[in-house]
């Protein structure tokens, strides 16, 4: 008999019930809970970020909708809005802090010594993005007058293109704040785009044996201090044309592409 198994489930087959189970007596995520188990929690949450829901009425008549499947996710039921409500609210979030990190640890695993690059530095890729929130809900996420924002500035590793680091903040700290605060190891190479151009912190990077890739600004001044010709064909269309030695309060390498 051929056996049929949806997307769905089988994504859900990346967390082992044996670990999870191990993380809900770790937490104590069950102590007052009334038929409404953790397990049950994250498929709603799951359901809610693939399926895009907007609300909880969305996640609660999605699952409604498909209930004859939802003993094969290990669910018995659909949760009611206010079910799922006060579970979110209630129990410990480090509970799906320790299943992230179990999930990112059998990606890394998956992931390691797939690299596009011959050269062995790590390499890691820095931007921010923007998140809308209400801002009469969320005081905190100051943005604009009549709007509120987070800010999630994410490190993603090249090496299986997984998250590296992140922060949160509100919608106004500045990216190059948040890039200062961290720290890398030497040889690392940070890919950055213009919003972090910040001579001493470009300094800084060099001082400890950190490379680093960016977009220069239009009006950005630039003393190149040494120039050497060399071509290599690196693709079919582009090559290196020239690179030269120089950044004013701040060593860097400027290249020329043709």
Not at 96 to 122: D, I, M, P, W, Y
Not at 154 to 170: K, Q
Not at 199 to 210: D, P, R
Request: proline share 2%; with cysteine.
């Amino acid at each position: 008999m051929t056996r049929v198994s949806s997307i769905f489930s089988q994504l859900l087959q990346l967390f082992p019930r044996g670990k999870f189970q191990q993380a809900i007596q770790e937490h104590q995520a069950e102590r007052h809970a009334r038929g409404f188990s953790c397990w049950t929690q994250l498929v709603a949450m799951l359901f809610c970020h693939l399926g895009q829901a907007k609300s909880l009425r969305e996640i609660c008549q999605g699952l409604m909708a498909m209930e004859g499947k939802l003993k094969h996710l290990g669910v018995e039921r659909a949760p009611s809005k206010s079910t799922l409500a006060y579970a979110n609210e209630h129990r410990p979030w480090e509970l799906f802090r320790t299943v992230f990190g179990q999930l990112l640890s059998q990606c890394e695993e998956v992931a390691r010594g797939k690299k596009r690059f011959r050269f062995k530095n790590k390499l890691l890729s820095m931007d921010s993005t923007h998140i809308e929130l209400c801002a009469s809900m969320f005081d905190w996420a100051k943005y604009k007058r009549a709007k509120g924002a987070a800010k999630v500035h994410l490190i993603l590793d090249n090496e299986g293109h997984l998250p590296h680091f992140a922060v949160i903040t509100d919608g106004k700290k500045s990216d190059q704040a948040v890039a200062r605060s961290i720290v890398f190891e030497p040889g690392t190479i940070v890919v950055v785009d213009r919003g972090y151009v910040d001579y001493n912190w470009w300094q800084a990077l060099t001082e400890s044996g950190v490379f680093f890739v960016t977009r220069f600004k239009k009006d950005i001044q630039i003393e190149v201090l040494q120039e050497r010709k060399k071509c290599h064909k690196l693709g079919a269309f582009w090559r290196i044309k020239s690179f030269g030695c120089g950044a004013k309060g701040a060593r860097s390498m400027l290249c020329t592409c043709a």
